[in-house]
């Protein structure tokens, strides 16, 4: 996306916003209640900085000027967005995922689906059972924007071959993980 298309989609994002708190002022639509169509105040560009170098990246361009230019953590899907200091449980990367690490993958993938002993050995963070079953893992390089309910949670890669980009994990649901994708079936960042 270039400047101009950026700085539309910004504006588009500000009157969405603006129009939601007008049209469900009592706030009916799903996770409305915890932020009331709302945005934490923008983040200054030497905050911004500390916290690239606190995670160990460099943020994508459109999403450090939506941060720095409409708003830091707050209104978005589900229950809104989290900041990047966050400490909300449900932003699970603050527990142990790298984001300079490259999110590896390109295409979607079931973790549910790995079994050890079957090439999987050598992806790093994957935590097996006793009965060599996939139990867990940190995604590197994807930096978790927000919680959906149920376990389900929206990221985006901040490093990796697909930095930029918006995926979905829904693990939880038994659905894996996925990039996320406009009615035209371009992925979207």
């Known amino acids: 996306m270039n400047t101009t298309e950026t700085t539309s989609t910004l504006g588009r994002i500000r009157e969405k916003l603006q129009c939601l708190r007008t049209l469900d002022v009592s706030h009916e639509?799903?996770?409305?209640?915890?932020?009331?169509?709302?945005?934490?105040?923008?983040?200054?560009?030497?905050?911004?900085?500390?916290?690239?170098?606190?995670?160990g990246v460099a943020l994508p361009y459109e999403y450090?000027?939506?941060?720095?230019?409409?708003?830091?953590?707050?209104?978005?899907?589900?229950?809104?967005?989290?900041?990047?200091?966050s400490q909300d449980p449900e932003c699970i990367h603050i527990f142990g995922g790298d984001l300079?690490?490259?999110?590896?993958?390109?295409?979607?993938?079931?973790?549910?689906?790995?079994?050890?002993?079957?090439?999987k050995e050598d992806i790093e963070g994957v935590e097996w059972d006793e009965n060599g079953k996939y139990a867990g893992m940190f995604l590197p390089g994807a930096l978790y924007l927000c919680h959906c309910g149920c376990a389900i949670r929206i990221f985006l890669i901040v490093c990796g071959p697909c930095k930029g980009e918006v995926w979905r994990d829904s693990q939880?649901?038994?659905?894996?993980?996925?990039?996320?994708?406009?009615?035209?079936?371009?992925?979207?960042?």
């Open 64 to 85: 450090r000027r939506f941060i720095t230019e409409i708003g830091h953590g707050g209104a978005g899907p589900y229950y809104g967005l989290f900041t990047l200091d």
């Open 172 to 189: 939880a649901t038994g659905e894996g993980i996925y990039p996320e994708v406009d009615i035209h079936g371009n992925r979207v960042g």
């Open 29 to 55: 639509q799903f996770g409305a209640k915890s932020h009331e169509y709302r945005l934490g105040s923008p983040l200054a560009e030497v905050m911004l900085q500390y916290q690239e170098q606190r995670l």
């Open 100 to 119: 300079s690490k490259p999110f590896p993958w390109t295409a979607s993938f079931n973790p549910d689906e790995w079994e050890r002993g079957r090439g």
